[in-house]
């Protein structure tokens, strides 16, 4: 079975910095793809970015990039020039190849202050 | 377009009541998904439907859970005897494909259900 951790409960960052947020799983699985959902307070789940473990490149989205150590098994999330926006849950996710679900770490709570 | 619609967005109810849960995936979706989201915690899974067929219910907690998805589209979670412990946000997925690995899934803003 994988495992999701993110050992931040809570980040807080100040408008227009930069924040990571962490993340680190367990697999014996070599091929799989790790994902950063946010979750604002309306609870709907919003696909942010995601990553596909035979990829070295890592993956990029406008202000949001990942830094995917696959050896160390951790994929953490930058967020660029931090918008009030951006406030929301946090959360990252793994599936594999042969499961049909996503694994969901325990979240992380950001907060952008203006 | 229409995302995935999950309705009522909330349910109150009373211990050892019965309820069910809908959601229509998005227009298509071969794959839907069931999740449990307890308070301040990240989704787990319950079950997953490809078209009308439940492949997977290894995470639905008590017999008292079942979910079906009969013509292949709309999906109906119900729970039986509701326990308190039952208390939690239940959110909706869809995907494309038949190989979800490769579609994300699309989430809907989830029922809260809140059993007295």
């Known amino acids: 079975a994988q495992t999701v951790t993110q050992s931040q409960p809570e980040m807080s960052v100040q408008e227009a910095e930069t924040v990571t947020l962490s993340c680190t799983y367990d697999?014996?699985?070599?091929?799989?793809?790790l994902f950063w959902y946010k979750q604002p307070p309306s609870r709907q789940m919003i696909l942010v970015i995601r990553?596909?473990?035979?990829?070295?490149q890592n993956a990029t989205e406008n202000r949001f990039s990942v830094n995917f150590q696959k050896a160390a098994k951790s994929f953490s999330l930058k967020i660029s020039d931090s918008q009030l926006g951006d406030t929301a849950m946090y959360f990252c996710?793994?599936?594999?190849?042969?499961?049909?679900?996503?694994?969901f770490g325990g979240g992380t709570r950001l907060m952008v202050k203006p | 377009g229409a995302g995935v619609s999950q309705s009522p967005r909330y349910k109150v109810a009373k211990r050892g009541q019965d309820v069910a849960l809908r959601c229509d995936p998005i227009?298509?979706?071969?794959?839907l998904f069931w999740y449990q989201q307890a308070l301040g915690q990240g989704p787990e899974f319950l079950t997953y439907?490809?078209?009308?067929?439940?492949?997977?219910k290894s995470g639905l907690p008590s017999d008292r859970f079942f979910a079906e998805r009969p013509e292949g589209s709309v999906s109906t979670l119900k729970i039986q005897r509701t326990q308190q412990e039952d208390s939690a946000v239940y959110l909706c997925?869809?995907?494309?494909?038949?190989?979800?690995?490769?579609?994300?899934?699309?989430f809907g803003d989830g029922t809260r259900l809140s059993i007295l």
């Open positions: 996710a793994f599936h594999n190849n042969a499961g049909n679900m996503l694994t």
């Open positions: 227009s298509g979706h071969v794959s």
């Open positions: 697999t014996s699985e070599n091929n799989y793809y």
């Open positions: 990553q596909e473990a035979y990829k070295q």
């Open positions: 439907f490809q078209n009308e067929a439940q492949l997977d």
């Open positions: 997925a869809s995907s494309l494909r038949r190989d979800s690995i490769n579609q994300p899934q699309h």
